[in-house]
């Protein structure tokens, strides 16, 4: 009795011989593919500086009481590699934008308002956060 051997196609031009003592070479047909470079995993320590975000950390102190309420905003950077940061503060009530890292700003009517903090850096990468203050009417 003889062995048939099975043939199984694993990638394109590699042939396995499935029967004990047989060997496959790949036919005409069954050309080799050009070899095509794997990518590399990229990491962070791969990409340049512009391919991800900016991690902020803001804190508003106190976040909510009576009007008027007087709240210190303060931003942390968790990145070692931030070049030339800049800093937007908006306090969503409608005032000037401050462009300091740590700033001060008083509420003068009661709300709810969205503070929102963007940080850029020189290459151009981006950081936002929201921060929700409640300023309740005075003697609350």
């Known amino acids: ?3 048939k051997p099975t043939l199984v196609m694993l990638a394109a031009g590699l042939v396995v011989a499935l029967a ?3 060997s496959a070479a790949p036919s005409s047909a069954q050309k080799p593919a050009a070899k095509k470079a794997t990518p590399k995993a990229k990491t ?3 990409m340049p500086p512009i391919w991800y975000k900016l991690l902020l950390f803001p ?3 106190p976040d909510n009481g009576p009007a008027p309420l007087t709240v210190n905003f303060t931003v942390t950077i968790y990145d070692d590699d931030v070049v030339k940061p800049k800093f937007t503060w908006n306090f969503g009530d409608g005032s000037r ?3 300091q890292q740590n700033v001060q700003h008083t509420y003068k009517k009661p709300g709810q308002y969205k503070a929102t903090i963007r940080v850029t850096d020189a290459n151009d990468r981006l950081g936002t956060d929201v921060l929700q203050i409640d300023v309740d009417e005075p003697g609350s």
């Open 59 to 61: 804190e508003a102190d």
């Open 20 to 22: 004990l003592g047989v």
């Open 44 to 46: 962070t320590e791969d």
């Open 97 to 99: 934008e401050s462009h």
């Open 1 to 3: 009795m003889q062995v």
